[in-house]
């Protein structure tokens, strides 16, 4: 049996990290969980503390100050002391037997890298609910258009592919080769897709297996993680660490990706964030003050 070090790092979700650290020791390959407490404010260090003192299978590093995600996974797997190195979250919630299948279709499809079906649970839905939603889902596993996996479509079998969602096993030493670029700030968006990238430039397989599923909860109203910041700001973070990523990736996206002129798609793209972060948000907001929140 392969031994798998989860990495999670986490800034303000202490009761879900109170729910995920358990959840994934539960995992017969999960020999230790790597907390990674990204200047946190919530009494998460005092928790991580706590739970290390009575469970030597839990460890943490405090980064003090708030550092960002790529740093944070970073750390975290230069710690990780497994052949096997899990790219874990403060809110992710899994099947049974999750790496017990995915290490064997890893084996079997001859990947380096490989992901299970990530869906987006809100609050008020059942796992059930949210697969019967998320099965629904049309269209390919990867837009090639805008540069974008649909992480929680259910495909057909296992495949190869560009992008991945972003709870990654691969062997510890992949990860610390390939390494996360923390040049990605703000909510540190892009960090997962640029990394997968550059994996792909060194030579390494990525494959979708939509055998396992994770699930991440959609918090209504969250500030905590990379929704840290949120509005015209986040947006604004979004579009510079975009740019960094087609610029840095220029070559492989105009081979693998349908996008056209780089400036256009980077305007079209801006626009779109502006929609869905904060014009969006504002008329759902507007919405229920006409007409009262909907019942749970």
């Known amino acids: 049996m392969a031994d798998v070090s989860v990495v999670v790092p986490t800034k303000d979700r202490l009761p879900y990290l109170r729910k995920a650290i358990p959840m994934f020791l539960a995992q017969a390959e999960v020999k230790e969980v790597v907390v990674v407490v990204d200047g946190c404010s919530d009494g998460t260090l ?21 550092k960002g995600l790529p740093y944070s996974r970073n750390c975290g797997l230069a710690a990780a002391e497994c052949e096997y190195a899990f790219t874990g979250e403060d809110d992710l919630e899994m099947s049974d037997g999750f790496f017990t299948t995915l290490l064997a279709h ?14 987006f649970r809100w609050e008020r839905e059942t796992p059930a609910e949210a697969m019967t939603r998320t099965d629904r889902i049309p269209g390919p596993a990867v837009n090639r258009r805008l540069i974008m996996v649909h992480p929680d479509i259910n495909t057909t079998g296992d495949q190869e592919q560009p992008l991945l969602p972003a709870p990654m096993l691969a062997r510890t030493d992949i990860f610390r080769k390939v390494q996360f670029d923390p040049g990605y700030r703000g909510n540190a968006w892009r960090e997962e897709s640029d990394f997968q990238l550059s994996a792909v430039e060194a030579g390494y397989k990525l494959v979708f297996c939509p055998h396992v599923v994770t699930f991440n909860i959609e918090i209504e109203n969250d500030r905590g993680g990379v929704h840290a910041t949120w509005g015209f700001k986040r947006v604004g973070w979004v579009v510079k660490n975009n740019w960094r990523f087609v610029q ?30 904060v014009i969006m948000p504002q008329l759902i907001k507007r919405k229920r003050q006409i007409f009262g929140a909907p019942r749970g």
């Open 46 to 66: 005092e928790y991580v503390k706590a739970a290390s003192a009575s469970d030597n299978r839990i460890r943490y590093i405090d980064n003090v100050t708030n």
């Open 106 to 119: 890893m084996a079997d499809t001859g990947a380096d890298i490989i992901s299970g079906r990530n869906v």
């Open 248 to 277: 840095k990736h220029r070559e492989l996206i105009a081979k693998e990706f349908d996008v056209g002129n780089l400036y256009v798609y980077i305007v079209k793209f801006a626009v779109r964030r502006t929609f869905m972060e």
